[in-house]
């Protein structure tokens, strides 16, 4: 690999590029333009690549071989140079002819939206898992775009008849390469998934959890530091979450309750990172709760909730049960627009992560719902059988107990698979049983 052909310098002053076309995707009025370009340049921000000039051509269709036309790209160029930009960056997707061209054409360095997220997730992917997929999706992205991004190939040399030059040799050679690595990067994957699967299981036997979710920057990490009172990473920059996080939220239920935080959520998502970008996701499966947090200062924060609701829908959670955090109230400052928002969602609460009422009034919310979804148990427990006492005592929620001449009595409140493999089955209590009757509840 030529990283140095893939990577991104911090110092390359970059020029934005897009287009307005009704067969584009994401790119098919000014609205869907504009709000990708201030997507674009918050990724930019979170790469610390300075931006300058940003071009927006329309066009009925799309120029297969240069995207807007080599009459206004050698205009753009020219800017470029003058206000001293270094690299075009066009807000969509590009093929490896159309890199090819461009470069050609304008004599600067091009890449694509897509090539700015994978450097984004290349560069904050912690675990083991997340670099894997990260450099699949990078693989899958290069394979087809090696003539346009690997200089060597520039040098190539012409061939005759079948046999091919020594340049064609080179870049089947490297094409095989990067199968091969794609391959063993996903059997690796596969077993990193299974081991994670099992860790899921295992923990579900043991914890209730609920995974944030929603768009990136929205605030997720901010609020799981205020809930569960840890240090997780939190900036205002996109994509500063890429790794799934585990914390306790409430240590002192049984069992106890996690909180996930997942890689935030964005929209005209490059088709190369789109398989990755959900796998990085699959912590969210395991959740019992889903809370799906926007940021409500967004003047699109409706496009932020259709994405999450997109991507909820593909990894066929959806219909797990679920509420909004509307984050960041503290920015909007339309009071009207908040209690319509409100009143448009109900299982809705609006907060600010920085508001020690708020936080304190939604971790209560997220406990209480997990102890409403437990099962409530009447048990007598004879004195003698001391194990049975100990394991009531460590996994159940007691919500009274008292003495009786011959045992203790309990009223507990446990999720049902938590009970079921307790052992205690014995000895519960039904209404009709002559011992139940005879004890005062």
Not at 125 to 147: D, F, M, N, V, W
């Amino acid at each position: 690999m030529l990283e140095k052909d893939f990577s991104i310098s911090k110092q390359l002053k970059a020029t934005l590029i897009s287009v307005v076309s009704p067969n584009l995707p994401y790119h098919q009025d000014s609205d869907q333009v504009n709000r990708s370009l201030v997507e674009l340049k918050e990724l930019l921000r979170t790469l610390e690549i300075p931006v300058g000039s940003q071009h927006i051509q329309v066009k009925k269709s799309v120029d297969p071989a240069s995207i807007i036309g080599s009459g206004k790209l050698m205009e753009i160029a020219d800017i470029a140079r003058e206000e001293g930009s270094k690299i075009l960056i066009f807000d969509c997707e590009l093929t490896a002819s159309q890199i090819r061209n461009i470069k050609d054409l304008t004599k600067l360095p091009v890449i694509d939206r897509c090539q700015v997220i994978l450097e984004i997730f290349a560069q904050h992917a912690r675990t083991k898992e997340a670099k894997i997929q990260i450099e699949i999706s990078r693989l899958q992205y290069l394979l087809p775009r090696l003539t346009g991004l690997w200089t060597h190939l520039g040098r190539q040399k012409g061939g005759v008849g079948v046999r091919g030059g020594e340049g064609e040799q080179q870049i089947e050679l490297d094409r095989r390469i990067i199968r091969e690595r794609i391959q063993f990067f996903k059997e690796e994957l596969k077993t990193i998934i299974k081991s994670r699967m099992q860790q899921g299981k295992k923990r579900k036997n043991k914890a209730i959890t609920a995974a944030l979710v929603g768009y990136t920057n929205a605030g997720k990490s901010s609020i799981m530091n205020r809930l569960c009172r840890v240090n997780v990473l939190e900036e205002n920059k996109l994509f500063a979450t890429l790794d799934s996080t585990y914390r306790m939220l409430n240590p002192d239920t049984k069992p106890p309750m996690v909180l996930i935080d997942t890689v935030g959520f964005i929209s005209n998502l490059p088709a190369t990172l789109i398989e990755g970008f959900k796998t990085t996701l699959e912590s969210a499966i395991e959740a019992d709760l889903l809370i799906i947090v926007c940021d409500i200062s967004d003047p699109n924060y409706k496009t932020q909730l259709e994405v999450t609701e997109k991507v909820l829908k593909d990894l066929e959670i959806f219909d797990k049960e679920k509420i909004i955090v509307f984050n960041k109230k503290d920015l909007q400052h339309d009071d009207l627009k908040k209690k319509i928002i409100l009143r448009t969602y109900p299982k809705s609460f609006l907060v600010s992560s920085y508001d020690d009422k708020d936080i304190t009034n939604l971790r209560k919310f997220i406990i209480n719902f997990f102890l409403e979804k437990q099962e409530n148990f009447d048990l007598f427990i004879p004195y003698e059988n001391g194990e049975a006492h100990a394991k009531v005592s460590k996994n159940t929620n007691i919500i009274k107990s008292f003495n009786h001449e011959r045992g203790i009595f309990y009223r507990i409140r446990v999720p049902d698979f938590i009970f079921d493999g307790l052992g205690l089955e014995k000895f519960i209590l039904s209404p009709k049983d002559e011992l139940y009757k005879s004890i005062s509840l």
